[in-house]
């Protein structure tokens, strides 16, 4: 690689990580729709911006649109707190899972999902619904006919063939 690839790369990788601080701030895909309309679509123009100088392979032209990038990152930030909107701050459940103990992570919305992605295993409460609603109906049905039943294992029963079934008699 060319010096300038290298100072190229380098400059992309630091608006990355900045990138990455905002989405972990806010949430994957979120800021941009905390922010009024025209700042958005400047925001976007920007990114246009920046994917030419990217393609073009200019370092000056990429440095230029990456600071250009960088100021339209804190412009997003600034207006989302103006606004009055939160950053993203998910409320995790734990547990592992008893097949093999690997720890998962139960949150109530794709965005805190995708906020917490790459760190361990994330679940949704979506996601959970659509685990629960594909469970056999026999099992749905076990838990209204038996309130506060708990679901202790899904699946065929065990067999122990060795031993057999027990006589019922």
């Known amino acids: 690689m060319a010096p300038s690839d290298y100072a190229i ?6 608006l990355d990580h900045l990138a990455l601080d905002m989405e972990r701030k806010w949430g994957v895909d979120r800021l941009r729709l905390l922010v009024a309309d025209p700042l958005r679509a400047r925001f976007d123009a920007q990114k246009d911006k920046l994917d030419a100088a990217v393609v ?4 000056r032209y990429v ?13 997003l930030d600034k207006a989302a707190i103006e ?3 939160r950053p993203l701050s998910p409320e995790v459940w734990e547990c592992a ?7 998962v992570a139960i949150v109530r919305t794709s965005a ?12 949704s409460v979506d996601e959970i619904a659509r685990l629960i609603d594909d469970l056999p109906a026999a099992v749905l049905e076990t838990k209204r006919v038996f309130p506060g039943a708990e679901v202790a294992r899904v699946g065929p ?11 019922p008699f």
């Open 9 to 14: 790369r380098a400059i992309l990788d630091g």
């Open 63 to 75: 440095r230029a649109q990456a600071e250009g990038m960088k100021r339209a990152w804190a412009a």
């Open 83 to 85: 606004a009055g909107a």
């Open 112 to 123: 805190e999902a995708r906020h917490l992605a790459g760190e361990r295993l994330v679940f």
């Open 56 to 59: 073009a392979n200019e370092e």
């Open 97 to 103: 899972l008893p097949s093999s103990g690997t720890v």
């Open 157 to 167: 029963p065990e067999i122990d063939w060795e031993r057999g079934d027990d006589i």
